[in-house]
């Protein structure tokens, strides 16, 4: 035991199946502490704490408790939406890893970054998790293609099992960088490959759209997130599996999930054995290719009609899709997709998008589509959004434009049967999961010399839908209060 460390409790069990106790889990961290304190240096940790094991409470901690002796180094960062500091506690040295340990904390949570630069990660990190229906293997399917990516764009990466259910994907920098650069560019990789993979990847946290496919989180790249350290215990299961990294070649050969499963005694082993398969996340100097979200959008923007969208969002703010690309359905083919968003923005309104010419021409309609004959409804023409906003429903954060809640609330097709966007009407088919039938949408010259934009139900009366179907996505079934509460596409609106 270090010298100024004095283990209390040791027999304390932390997880009783496996009869781990709190003397095992100091012994693991004393003994992996030489290939665990380099990923450790210089970052500051959060801390989660299981003062009674693993089915007792545990708490994250980020300020280094009051009691934390003067030996202890901490490093102070001011708090976002406080006045003051978090007193984060950084691990140099192995005495001090084994007092977080004797502390309870199982599990070591570190910054992509080093004090005292805490605005410059030194690497990128893709967190993999599996939705219901899908395993460790389906991560290790989506790490592949993660992978050979970025080796198109001239960048290794490193892969480790984190213990709980996923798999993480480093990319070494080490190289001056910074968040705004780290953000965007994990953000624009995970679009792409979502825009490839739609069957495997998705980038939105919502739980429903993850059946069956792999969420990559790319929104760990920013200044507040911590990610599970290499090489640091989970408690995420009745056993202590470890955060442990594996080489491409392992993660290839694993035929069952439960192979990519490592006891702490089992990562002392991999240890000895092969050494620290992460020493050259961080060794290896590697910088992003410059102006890569621009260049990944440039490439796939038809006539620079986008340039509206870009030019009003940060896309370092906000969830919405970057302009990618997304295949556009056949050339010549009759069938276009459509979307209707409901949006509660300063004031509620629905936005009618058609598939045109490989983006999304788009309408507010304030009140929606009417349902009925003879009711003609003012619809506001908007700048082109983005193919891939088709599916987008989340959380625009606030001060950031349309900020508010967006629903994804018709999905379908649509045919023009008569005119065409140039002549300004268009007589069209709809074959939505809600909206079904015909309307005219055509323009008007208003009385102040503006054109206005009208939409009108033509051909027989639609049913009214019923006050659930008003209120549910047909991409979740969420409503728009289920939706805002998931914040699920607000994640750098820092939500606590
Ligand atoms: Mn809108």
Redesign the pocket.
Known sequence: MPPRVNLTHPDKVFFPRAKFTKGDLVRYYVEAAPCLLPHLRGRPVTLLRFPDGIRGGSFYEKNAPRFTPDWIKTFPVPRRHHEGNVEYIVINDAETLAWCANLAAIELHAFLHRVPRIDSPTAVAFDLDPGPGMDLLGCAAVAFQLKELLGRLGLEAWPKVTGSKGLQVYVPLNTPSSYEATGPFAHAVADLLERRHPDLVVTTMAKAARQRRIFIDWSQNAASKTTICAYSVRAKHEEPFVACPVSWEQLKKAKKAETLFFSPEQALRRIARLGDLFAPVLALKQKLPADFVRKVAAAAEPAGSLRAYRKKRDFQQTAEPAPGRVAASGKGKKERRFVV?K?A?SHL?Y?FRLEMGGTLKSW?VPKGLPTERGVKRSAFAVEDHPLNYLRFEGVIPQGQY?GGTVMVWDLGTYRVLKGSYGEGSLHLLLQGRKLKGEWHLFKIRSRDGKDVWLVARSGARMKPLTPRQEDSSVLTRRSMARIARDRDAAWNSRRR
């Open positions: 968003q949006h923005a309104h936005d507010a349309g």
